[in-house]
């Protein structure tokens, strides 16, 4: 368990309102070389109303290792009204700068990062996070996202970086097409 407290009990009180959607997504729909704990089979979006903060969560189909085998991502990929196919990208990941030019310094680790999509530019650690059992969880603060009455989004997960140029190995919902509409 390798978790921030504060966001542990942030979690666990409850809130006067709260808007969510949620998706499921099939277990095994991955690549058989990928490992099973890409493989998403939940994500939810919910908007702890009065504490201005978005918690996502995926839920993938297999512990989480505190070490996982080289390069790991979990991403929950935003679209605002007008603008890119995709606005904003919020990131939990595994990394290292010897595999991702732009994951922070030092030896391997777990980081978060968000990054608009217009201008490329990633801030790590922009966010808190956990990664406790089978469970991926980000907290963030709309603005880091441009704070929008509406979106759509959608939660991926990956084994290697963007600049691979190789695919997500998870998307949920499985196309940009079939995004979830978040309205608040
Ligand atoms: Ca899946
Ligand atoms: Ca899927």
Redesign the pocket.
Known sequence: MFACTAVIALAGSTTASAHSSVAS??????ATAAPSYL???HTKATEQIGRGTFYFQTVN?DQVPATPAGFAAWNWLIDVPGGLPIDYALTVRFCSQTVQRTCGPGPWHWESSSTPMATGVSTINSFEFSVEGPTVKGFVDPSLFGDPASFRWLAATRNTPVSSGLPSV?L?PDGFANALLFER
Not at 25 to 30: A, L
């Open positions: 997504d099939p277990q095994g729909d991955i493989d998403i089979v189909a998870d949920a």
